[in-house]
């Protein structure tokens, strides 16, 4: 895992296409905007998560 420092208004570049900014710092909560071409999915952890957790059971289901 790389780990790096950012200050508000500062970015991260990944790759030619993805840009991560940080938007605000408040407390313990950082909020970043994300700027990525429409066929890269970006999702919070819990949400991804869920996802995956969805098509699992679809497949099983199908495949039953």
Sequence with gaps: MLVLSRKKDEKIVIG???????IEIRGDKVRLGIDAPRD?????????????????????DSAD
Excluded: C, K, P
């Excluded at 030619?16 to 940080?22: G, H, P, Q, R, Y």
């Design 40 to 60: 890269v999915a970006v999702h919070r952890e819990e949400v991804y998560e869920a996802i995956r957790r969805e098509t699992r059971e679809q497949q099983a």
């Design 16 to 22: 030619d296409s993805i840009t991560l900014m940080v």
